[in-house]
């Protein structure tokens, strides 16, 4: 099946401080990426959704402005979450579909993030 | 809209014995369902999915799900559990009618395979 990596797979950052996570699909062209988040114990939640080389969409009680995401080319997206607070500490999970494979979606390994 | 429902937090099984995890849906459309595995900080692994075809659907490391349409269900099974099964087991759907890529995702189900 088609590779999907996110780096970091780890970070820690203090409270007020930018923290960007890069999703990658390694052996396909990625039309559209996926941005989920999932707290211990719970189901994914689905942030955003990104089309190459348009703005993303955002699910309802998502700010775009805290959690900035830009899909500038078919194998790369990238979260970046502004100004962190420790609410925002959380496990993102990527995932990127392809015209190829319309019907699947293909996850990365996820990015473990603490805001101190 | 589409939802999913896993009706049960924790399954637990004796290794050897045959597993099933639930999962049913609800779509406008026709479904497209998906089982994913989890471990432990780690993302999604694909299991199986339906999308047309047999109702009985074979996947990855002996895990098979049959769909039934008249229960909207999706039950993920395999004859045999291992230990090395247990993990935090996800079923999705998606309405490809209706709301394109988007997946849904059901709240997960811990399994716990017991040698």
């Known amino acids: 099946g088609a590779v999907v990596s996110q780096h970091p797979s780890r970070v820690i950052c203090k409270s007020g401080t930018s923290v960007k996570i890069e999703c990658r699909s390694l052996?396909?062209?990625?039309?559209?990426m996926f941005w989920y988040r999932q707290f211990p114990k719970q189901s994914l939640m689905l942030m955003a959704t990104s089309n190459e080389g348009s703005k993303a969409t955002y699910e309802q009680g998502v700010e775009k402005d805290k959690f900035l995401i830009n899909h500038a080319s078919l194998t790369l997206s990238t979260l970046t979450v502004t100004s962190a607070h420790p609410e925002d500490s959380s496990f993102y999970i990527c995932s990127a579909a392809g015209l190829a494979s319309y019907n699947e979606q293909f996850f990365g390994p996820g990015t473990r993030l603490t805001v101190l | 809209a589409q939802s999913v429902a896993q009706p049960e937090d924790q399954v637990n099984v004796a290794e050897g014995n045959p597993l099933t995890v639930k999962c049913t849906y609800s779509?406008?459309?026709?479904?497209?369902l998906f089982w994913y595995v989890q471990y432990p900080n780690r993302g999604l692994q694909f299991l199986l999915k339906?999308?047309?075809?047999?109702?009985l659907v074979k996947g990855s490391y002996g895990f098979e799900a049959e769909f039934n349409k008249s229960q909207t269900s999706f039950h993920l099974k395999k004859p045999s559990a291992l230990v090395s099964d247990s993990a935090l087991y996800f079923c999705a759907v998606r309405d490809m009618e209706n709301y394109g890529q988007n997946f849904v995702f059901g709240p997960g189900t811990r399994l716990s395979v017991l040698p």
């Open positions: 052996d396909f062209q990625a039309t559209t």
């Open positions: 339906y999308i047309t075809g047999d109702n």
């Open positions: 779509v406008s459309g026709n479904p497209y």
